[in-house]
């Protein structure tokens, strides 16, 4: 604490053994050859120009995999929430269909693969702010300081 004011905590980030685990699980499911041809790079939006219309936040692998690299997820969950937006942008561009299928069956595969992964507990974090009570008391103080003057 410096002049009354906290150090933010620092974010959770998955550790190093759960981070091999899912990569180690990516790999797994990208040794599929569809998998690794429509899931593993960006979509060619020259090739499908209407991608970027209707897919808000796309994802593929690649993307994943830089965000692991980059410690950007806490968890293996939030890694599992990415490979959901894969399958769901899917659905969402190319309707009921073959490939949407198989981005469902990638998907449970993966669910299955990270439910496999053991986490370690989160510790609790510190408070950011002072209790309400200090606060109270030095508004009172502040106050009647200025009644003083």
């Known amino acids: 604490v410096q002049n009354g004011a906290y150090d933010a905590p620092e974010p ?8 091999r685990a899912v990569t180690i699980a990516i790999q797994k499911i990208e040794d ?5 041809e429509w899931f593993s790079s960006p979509v060619n939006v020259k090739k499908y120009c ?23 997820y806490s968890n293996k969950l939030s890694v599992l929430s990415d490979v959901r937006l894969i399958r769901d942008n899917c659905f969402k561009y190319n309707g009921p269909s073959d490939l949407a299928r198989t981005a469902d069956e990638m998907f449970d595969d993966f669910a299955t693969e990270i439910g ?18 200090s606060s109270s008391r030095n508004l009172a103080e502040r106050s009647s300081a200025l009644d003083r003057d």
Do not use: H
């Open 12 to 19: 959770p980030r998955m550790n190093d053994e759960v981070k």
């Open 32 to 36: 599929q050859p569809s998998i690794q």
């Open 116 to 133: 496999k992964i053991e986490e370690p507990p989160v510790p609790p974090t510190r408070p950011r702010r002072p209790d309400r009570a």
């Open 50 to 72: 209407d991608y970027l219309n209707r897919i808000e936040v796309p994802m593929d692998f690649s993307i994943i995999r830089k965000r692991l690299v980059g410690d950007y």
